[in-house]
């Protein structure tokens, strides 16, 4: 096809269903105006820029912002908090969801797979301020119900938001008990698009739920698992920025200090908005470079990707 007939084409298309079309339009601008349009402020990254210059009369600086953030002892230490803290969700999160929707999928008592699946993804819909209240509340040392069983049972109390030994375990912890149910919505519609038949020519042939969990289910599933693997490393430097704000302090900073927290307090506090627009463009590309980077495994291993 030759691009004339390519615009006729495409021309026919759109005068069939304009209406689709016409729909689509306010889609479009908001994507261009919230996610394209900000995307000229990368060139504060190459610039030390001044609120009262504005962009245009900021002077260049080339990879100046670049060079201080890779010699910075600050990044290092926060870059190394952000990967041990995400790796600790991906290994001990990730997995949880898909369990939960194995689980509940082999419920046959309908309202008590509805309850359960209610009570599970209710967190999800708290912020972090009051999820980040409730456990101060539970896990105080002063009157803490977690605190008030460990010295009934002969142990000292711990200082979960003072202890720099625990507190990624609590990061970890809350972040699953918010998160997870609300995963597994997920794979529980892709349970859906497995073919019932399959598990009664499964059960003809003598295969128990384990065979049919490891021949049938799994692999019905796997290309969602795969989806949201390949996602997930893409967010791999996010780490919950926002749960960290609201949860860390500074005596646990050399610990739980991450990459959107350290941005937020160099951007906002410092007024560096050169050097934390550059940790920012650094994050983005890190985490392009491992979204294509993991579909291209997927592909290449498991024959299957996002694209």
């Known amino acids: 096809m030759n691009r004339q007939q ?10 069939k269903d304009y209406s689709l079309y016409l729909l689509l339009i306010p889609g479009m601008l908001i994507v261009l105006l919230f996610k394209y349009t900000p995307m000229y402020g990368i060139v504060i990254a190459f610039k030390d820029f001044n609120i009262f210059d504005g962009y245009a009369a900021s002077p260049w600086v080339g990879l100046k912002h670049f ?20 790796v600790y ?15 509940l999928h082999e419920l046959k008592q309908l309202l008590f797979k509805r309850v359960v699946q209610t009570i599970i993804y209710l967190p999800h819909f708290l912020s972090w301020v009051i999820v980040s209240g409730l ?17 009934s049972l002969g142990m000292e109390p711990i ?8 507190f990624r375990g609590l990061l970890v912890t809350s972040a ?7 995963s597994t919505i997920v794979y529980l519609a892709a349970f859906a698009t497995i073919d019932p038949q399959l598990y009664d020519a499964a059960k003809i042939d003598g295969a128990g739920k384990w065979k049919q969990l490891l021949h049938i289910t799994l ?41 959107g927290t350290y941005v937020y307090r160099m951007g906002l506090g410092n007024q ?23 579909n291209a495994l997927s592909r290449k291993y498991l024959q299957r990707g996002i694209w």
Do not use: C, H
């Open 6 to 15: 390519f615009w006729k084409t495409l021309w026919l298309d759109v005068r």
């Open 67 to 86: 060079e201080k953030l890779f010699t910075s002892p600050d990044f290092l230490l926060v870059f190394r908090n952000t990967l041990i803290i995400s």
């Open 89 to 103: 969700k991906l290994v001990f999160l990730f997995p949880l969801p898909i369990i939960i929707a194995l689980m």
């Open 135 to 151: 456990f101060i509340d539970l896990l105080s040392t002063n009157g803490g119900l977690i605190n008030k069983l460990l010295v």
């Open 159 to 166: 200082a979960f938001f003072l202890d720099t030994s625990v």
């Open 176 to 182: 699953g008990w918010k998160e997870v149910g609300w």
């Open 219 to 259: 692999p019905g599933i796997s290309s969602t698992i795969i989806l949201m693997l390949i996602l997930r490393l893409g967010s791999i430097l996010e780490a919950g920025t926002e749960q960290i704000l609201v949860m860390y302090n500074p005596t646990v900073y050399k610990v739980s200090d991450v990459i």
């Open 272 to 294: 560096d908005y050169s050097f934390t627009t550059a940790v920012g463009l650094f994050e983005s590309v890190i985490a392009f470079v491992l979204v294509i980077t993991g």
